[in-house]
């Protein structure tokens, strides 16, 4: 939504398969900052200088949880620990407004940032290129760039776990349907996950949301559809 103060709402498009001309094609006419994982597909969006990336942290740490979790390596546990900081800053300005997030994280998030992204370096040096850590160190050097503008952007986030949660319902619903059964009801699909997801993060239950407007759609003015918007809808989360 282009709207600052309008409300936060959730879009799911359907693609037959992951070519990345997909990812160009949705996003036209839009401009400023997106939060994405590093899936090479998107690189298209960024060329034109419309779309600026911001990449995700929780990415990155992943990485090194993974390794920690299969090696116990030291190095991997300490960056964890070094990305927790970051967090820590983010934990404490959650409901701050973004010029106040913007004044914290430069007093207290830039000299961690700083100095993880100098220490990964470093640790870059001291071990085998062919291991699973210097390959999570490698990714997570060459995000650091695309992380950075969280620091000076109160509206950006350190990572996009939002859009990762909201997605996890279609990944389990890949495993329990197996399939959409056609084009056309992936494209149906999406609508229902678009409203269900839109719901949710304006603190709506989608059931009640969903029985509510199916409801008052018989009689509802077509001109008055807004008004059966999950944000203006008073059935709340449980």
Same mark, same amino acid.
Not at 181 to 200: F, I, P
């Given at each position: 939504m282009g709207q600052r103060d309008a409300p936060p709402a959730a879009l799911y498009r359907f693609f037959p398969d992951r070519r990345g001309v997909h990812p160009t094609r949705h996003p036209a006419g839009f401009e400023g900052w997106t939060h994405a994982d590093g899936y090479a597909g998107f690189e298209d969006l960024y060329r034109g200088g419309a779309i600026h990336k911001v990449a995700c942290m929780a990415h990155v740490r992943r990485k090194f949880v993974d390794v920690h979790r299969a090696q116990g390596s030291s190095i991997a546990g300490e960056a964890i620990a070094r990305i927790g900081q970051l967090y820590a800053v983010e934990t404490a300005i959650r409901s701050s407004p973004p010029g106040e997030r913007v004044r914290i994280r430069q007093d207290q998030a830039v000299p961690v940032f700083d100095d993880l992204e100098r220490w990964l370096?470093?640790?870059?040096?001291?071990?085998? @290129?062919?291991?699973?850590?210097? &390959?999570?160190?490698?990714y997570a050097r060459g995000r650091m760039r695309r992380l950075r503008p969280y620091l000076d952007d109160g509206r950006l986030a350190l990572d996009n776990n939002p859009v990762e949660r909201a997605?996890?319902?279609?990944?389990?619903g890949r495993k329990?349907?197996?399939?959409?059964?056609?084009?056309?009801? @992936?494209?149906?699909?999406?609508? &229902?996950?678009?409203?269900?997801e839109t719901a949710k993060i304006n603190g709506v239950d989608p059931k009640a949301w969903l029985a509510d407007t199916l409801a008052r759609l018989p009689d509802h003015k077509i001109t008055r559809i807004d008004e059966l918007l999950p944000w203006r809808s008073r059935p709340a989360m449980p």
């Amino acid at each position: 939504m282009g709207q600052r103060d309008a409300p936060p709402a959730a879009l799911y498009r359907f693609f037959p398969d992951r070519r990345g001309v997909h990812p160009t094609r949705h996003p036209a006419g839009f401009e400023g900052w997106t939060h994405a994982d590093g899936y090479a597909g998107f690189e298209d969006l960024y060329r034109g200088g419309a779309i600026h990336k911001v990449a995700c942290m929780a990415h990155v740490r992943r990485k090194f949880v993974d390794v920690h979790r299969a090696q116990g390596s030291s190095i991997a546990g300490e960056a964890i620990a070094r990305i927790g900081q970051l967090y820590a800053v983010e934990t404490a300005i959650r409901s701050s407004p973004p010029g106040e997030r913007v004044r914290i994280r430069q007093d207290q998030a830039v000299p961690v940032f700083d100095d993880l992204e100098r220490w990964l370096a470093e640790q870059l040096t001291t071990i085998s @290129g062919k291991t699973p850590l210097a &390959a999570a160190i490698r990714y997570a050097r060459g995000r650091m760039r695309r992380l950075r503008p969280y620091l000076d952007d109160g509206r950006l986030a350190l990572d996009n776990n939002p859009v990762e949660r909201a997605m996890r319902g279609v990944a389990l619903g890949r495993k329990n349907f197996m399939f959409v059964g056609s084009e056309a009801g @992936g494209h149906a699909a999406v609508v &229902a996950y678009t409203l269900m997801e839109t719901a949710k993060i304006n603190g709506v239950d989608p059931k009640a949301w969903l029985a509510d407007t199916l409801a008052r759609l018989p009689d509802h003015k077509i001109t008055r559809i807004d008004e059966l918007l999950p944000w203006r809808s008073r059935p709340a989360m449980p």
